[in-house]
Nanobody, 114 residues
Framework: QVQLVESGGGLVQAGGSLRLSCAAS????????MAWYRQAPGKQREVVAV???????TYADSVKGRFTISRDNVKSTVYLQMNSLKPEDTGVYYC????????WGQGTQVTVSS
């Protein structure tokens, strides 16, 4: 079982940057595929970025070129660097760890003002 704790959310103006962190505990972090999802008010949760055990990353089209996902297996942490933020990036950002089973963090709020 994996416990996930996100941090780094907040309020930022359009064009600004934020770095989200997701600290994992309770299992072998390096074995898990990690991902960031987000949920905007009134919308379904959507995938933002995924990073494989080997470090290969994929992104939603809406964030390509602006967001970067990375992982530090020594620190058992996955990051999401978000640059050139837009108001439509506003939402609750969730961290996911998956290895068959799925484990979710509690989420961190990101608000981008215009």
């Amino acid at each position: 079982q994996v416990q996930l704790v996100e941090s780094g959310g907040g309020l930022v103006q359009a064009g600004g940057s934020l770095r989200l962190s997701c600290a994992a505990s309770g299992s072998v972090f390096s074995a898990y595929v990690m991902a960031w999802y987000r949920q905007a008010p009134g919308k379904q949760r959507e995938v933002v970025a995924v990073i494989s055990r080997g470090g290969t990353s994929t992104y939603a089209d809406s964030v390509k070129g602006r967001f970067t996902i990375s992982r530090d297996n020594v620190k058992s942490t996955v990051y999401l660097q978000m640059n050139s933020l837009k108001p439509e990036d506003t939402g609750v950002y969730y961290c996911l760890a998956t290895l068959g089973h799925e484990y979710w963090g509690q989420g961190t709020q990101v608000t981008v003002s215009s």
